[in-house]
């Protein structure tokens, strides 16, 4: 089975610029999440789709950060402009389905830099 | 959302078992416990959950006190592999992965 599958791997910008981010969950996954995990800290949950609709995007900083997800499947995560602060691991996630009983499954992640 | 409270960092010999508490005072009944490492350079990876009773698979097994207020991940023989971050984490049964991932127990295995 293949996992969740993430691009680019690393990205170097400089502020202000803007950054995308692409993601394509496991075949059949309905539930997809992005997190934001700055290095020393555990990641933290920006937004939260069943299938293209968004569940939950409370701590998704909306003035600068925007996610999709088209037709229910991949997902692109933008930020724009960027700031330093957003240097992170942006991590994508997938699970079969909603409830607390199914497991979520994590891609590799995109090192961001800001400089 | 109900948090999660770990040690920041454990030590364990290799070959020997690794106990790793994670306190949950404030858990719903809809609750599952989660458990997921991290190894560097990597996402998390899950590694067990439960609700009420203990569980067992592959990689762990999974303690859950009565009252579901603590949890423990066993690591029944500790590898060099096995060094990462542990992560407790709580999901909502009812729906929702608007999990709270705290710092963690970044596991040392010693040679």
């Known amino acids: 089975e293949a996992g969740v599958a993430q691009s680019p791997r690393y990205k170097i910008i400089e502020k202000r610029q803007s950054v995308a981010f692409w993601c394509n969950p496991i075949?059949?996954?309905?539930?997809l999440y992005w997190y934001q995990q700055i290095l020393g800290q555990g990641p933290k949950l920006l937004i939260q789709?069943?299938?293209?609709?968004?569940?939950?995007d409370s701590q998704l900083p909306k003035d600068r950060f925007s996610a999709e997800r088209l037709k229910g499947v991949d997902s692109t995560l933008k930020i724009q402009p960027a700031k330093l602060e957003d240097s992170a691991v942006y991590l994508c996630?997938?699970?079969?389905?909603?409830?607390?009983?199914?497991?979520?499954?994590f891609g590799q992640g995109t090192r961001l830099t800001v400089v | 959302d109900a948090k999660t409270t770990q040690p920041n960092s454990m030590e364990s010999n290799e070959e020997e078992p690794v106990h790793l508490p994670c306190n949950h005072s404030?858990?719903?009944?809809?609750?599952?416990i989660h458990w997921y490492r991290q190894l560097p350079s990597q996402g998390p990876e899950y590694v067990i959950h439960?609700?009420?009773s203990n569980v067992n698979n592959r990689m762990a097994s999974l303690a859950i006190a009565e009252d579901r207020k603590s949890s423990t991940l066993i690591l029944h023989r500790a590898t060099l592999r096995d060094a990462a971050v542990y992560y407790c984490?709580?999901?909502?049964?009812?729906?929702?992965?608007?999990?709270?991932f705290g710092a963690g127990t970044r596991l040392f295995v010693k040679a």
């Open positions: 075949s059949g996954h309905a539930t």
């Open positions: 404030t858990i719903s009944g809809t609750d599952y």
């Open positions: 789709f069943q299938n293209n609709g968004v569940v939950d």
């Open positions: 439960g609700l009420t």
């Open positions: 996630a997938s699970s079969l389905a909603v409830g607390g009983g199914t497991e979520a499954f």
């Open positions: 984490i709580l999901r909502d049964g009812g729906g929702g992965f608007k999990t709270i």
